[in-house]
C-alpha cells in the first residue's frame, strides 16, 4: 500500500508493521509496547526510552544507520543498608531506595516523597550525607509547590493535565476518552 491510498491515507491509523514509511511512524501515536514488538519483529535495539526507540526504528525503516544503542546503565554499587542515620554517606551509584524512603520519612514526616529535586540530589551527591540530603529537600520545597512542567516522554500525562485545565469540571472517564481519541489522530 503507498501513502496515497488505503486507511493511512484517509486518516485512519495504519498498523504498525515493517513495511510502513517514516513518515507514517513519525505521524501517529504509538505506545512504548506497539514499538518493542516492532523492534523485535525487525531486530532493531529496544532500550533507551521512547523517543530513542522511535528514532531507531525511523532509521530502520528509511534503510539509514541506526543511531547508537544506548548505553547499558552501569549496575550500583554498593548501596545505602540499614540502620542509617544523618552521618551515612551517599555512595555513587546510590538508588531511592526503601532503606533511604524510611529514613527520610522518619526525618522529614509524611509528606515525603522522591520528587525530582530529590531524586537527582541522590543521584548527583555520592560522598555528601544523608543530613545533607534532608537539608536540600527542605531548600527545595518552595519551588517544588509550583506549577511544574511534564517531561516530553510522558506524553499522556501532559495531555490529561491540559484537558483538566481546559475542562475543570470533567471527569476521570471523560478525559480517558478524549485521550484516546487524541492519540487515534494523525500528529500533522
Request: glycine share 12%; aromatic share 8%.
Amino acid at each position: 500500500m503507498d501513502e496515497n491510498t488505503g486507511p493511512a491515507a484517509a486518516g485512519a491509523r495504519p498498523a504498525l508493521t515493517a513495511g510502513l514509511t517514516r513518515a507514517e511512524l513519525l505521524r501517529w501515536y504509538w505506545t512504548l509496547e506497539e514499538l518493542t514488538g516492532l523492534a523485535r519483529v525487525m531486530g532493531v535495539p529496544r532500550g533507551g526510552g521512547k523517543s530513542a526507540l522511535t528514532a531507531r526504528l525511523a532509521a530502520a525503516l528509511d534503510g539509514r544507520p541506526l543511531p547508537a544503542a544506548p548505553a547499558r546503565r552501569r549496575p550500583a554499587g554498593a548501596q545505602l543498608a540499614g540502620p542509617v542515620d544523618g552521618a551515612s554517606v551517599i555512595p555513587a551509584g546510590q538508588r531511592c531506595s526503601q532503606v533511604l524512603r524510611g529514613y527520610f520519612l522518619a526525618e522529614i514526616g509524611p509528606g515525603f516523597h522522591f520528587d525530582a529535586a530529590m531524586r537527582e540530589f541522590i543521584a548527583r551527591s555520592p560522598g555528601r550525607t544523608l543530613a545533607d540530603a534532608v537539608a536540600h529537600w527542605h531548600a527545595t520545597r518552595v519551588g517544588a509547590a509550583g506549577p511544574r512542567e511534564i517531561g516530553e516522554q510522558f506524553e499522556f500525562n501532559r495531555f490529561t493535565a491540559a484537558w483538566h485545565r481546559d475542562n475543570p469540571e470533567g471527569g476521570r472517564a471523560e478525559a480517558r476518552a478524549a485521550w484516546f481519541a487524541h492519540r487515534a489522530l494523525p500528529r500533522a
